[in-house]
């Protein structure tokens, strides 16, 4: 047991002591704040385990030196005219005010090898804070506004997302939910997709119904919207065309193919038999040679519908993109009859017997069958070409 503890005390020491190391390079390289990140880790364990004595000396060097550094940036800041100051003053100052939090619970650290308590200068900093927000919220808006008046999509895109910004450090500030509304509106592409019939044949309603109900489609691009139907005071941009032009219906086809079916089996309850095919085993069991005659019947109809995605700039007239899109439905019945011993059945024969013949598809019921299969793949060409 001795042996034990002494063996377990090597290991808490040695990972002390690697622990230590690293917070002293964090703290030679200048990375002061993961110095203290480290040492506070290790301290909230037990802050007066005698291993840890080290990391309450390092944590006092890295808060100090990691004030001097912020307050250095600040006072920099405070003379220069950086154009982004105003973020840096209002996360200097939070950083600040946050690294008190992260120590002040531990407080007091008493040190052996300083033999007193550590001491951390700790200030008041809500002013500070205050006033950096104030003219950070207040720089974000106006270059949300700068990034509007641009008058370009990406400008709008760019201002929404400034203007959130400004929502989330102070909320309903000014007008800034119009702005946020106004913003996404205009940063929004409104895609008009359209459904041409070019192949001589009638679609069903029905289909072109659900092949422009995008509320269907899962398509979450936040910055596009497709319509099926142009909504009246609405700008747009684009345009898809979904041009079908070839559906090819085969025959109605019904084949038959006739199989013999052997399968050697145990006869149960065991009898007397007099079949020539009957035979017995080793153990005495007896067994026979069933047969059977299956006719197996298939119903085969197909369609297969073909066309072209057109992307198009609706301000211009001009067509942008052009994908291929073909999609298919195969209808098929397959049931069959026997004549003989059923044990002689595969399973596949013993599916097909409980079938039995059903009416063909009409060829619009063919084309409505095949609209989940065009649906998916427009969906797909969709997601991958966005505008």
């Known amino acids: 047991m001795k042996a ?5 005390g090597i290991s808490l ?3 002390s002591c690697s622990s230590v190391k690293r917070n002293q390079q964090l703290l030679s390289s200048g990375n ?6 480290l040492a506070v ?6 802050k007066n385990k005698d291993r840890f004595d080290e990391h309450i000396v390092l944590l006092e060097e890295a808060y100090e030196k990691a004030v001097e550094d912020d307050m250095r940036r600040i006072r920099f800041l405070k003379k220069s005219n950086e154009p982004n100051a105003s973020r840096q003053l209002y996360f200097l100052y939070t950083g600040l005010e946050n690294r008190q939090l992260l120590i002040r ?3 007091p650290l008493y040190s052996d090898n300083l033999g007193r308590n550590a001491q951390f200068k ?3 900093y809500s002013n500070e804070i205050i006033a950096a927000k104030q003219n950070y919220v207040k720089d974000l808006y106006e270059e949300g506004l700068a990034q509007k008046n641009l008058n370009t999509v990406q400008g709008f895109r760019k201002a929404y997302y400034l203007f959130c910004d400004v929502a989330e450090l102070q909320p309903h500030y000014r007008n800034v939910d119009a702005e946020l509304e106004d913003t996404r509106f205009l940063g929004t592409n409104f895609v008009l997709v359209r459904l041409q019939n070019r192949t001589g044949q009638i679609i069903p309603q029905r289909l072109e119904r659900e092949l422009l109900d995008f509320n269907t489609y899962g398509l979450d691009d936040f910055w596009t919207e497709y319509h099926g139907r142009p909504e009246n005071g609405l700008d747009y941009h684009y345009g898809v065309d ?3 032009q070839n559906i090819l219906i085969s025959p109605e ?7 013999n079916r052997k399968r050697r089996v145990k006869e149960s309850p065991r009898g007397d038999s007099n079949d020539e095919d009957s035979m017995d085993d080793e153990e005495g069991d007896n067994y026979i040679v069933v047969t059977a005659k299956v006719l197996q019947t298939i119903q085969e109809k197909a369609v297969e519908v073909s066309g072209n995605v057109v992307y198009r700039d609706l301000s211009t007239n001009q067509n942008i993109n052009r994908y291929p899109l073909a999609s298919g439905f195969i209808f098929e019945n397959i049931f069959s009859k026997f004549r003989g011993d059923e044990r002689a059945l595969t399973e596949d024969d013993r599916r097909n017997i409980k079938n039995d013949f059903v009416p063909f598809p009409s060829n619009a019921q063919m084309v409505l069958d095949a609209g989940d299969d065009i649906k998916a793949k427009l969906k797909s060409i969709l997601n991958n070409n966005s505008f």
């Open 4 to 8: 034990f503890l002494f063996s377990l």
């Open 253 to 259: 086809r019904i084949s038959e193919k006739e199989f």
């Open 13 to 15: 020491l040695l990972v």
């Open 32 to 37: 002061y704040d993961q110095a203290i990140d």
């Open 242 to 244: 979904l041009v079908l």
């Open 41 to 46: 880790k290790k301290l909230q364990r037990d």
């Open 105 to 107: 619970p531990l407080l």
């Open 122 to 124: 700790f200030s008041d």
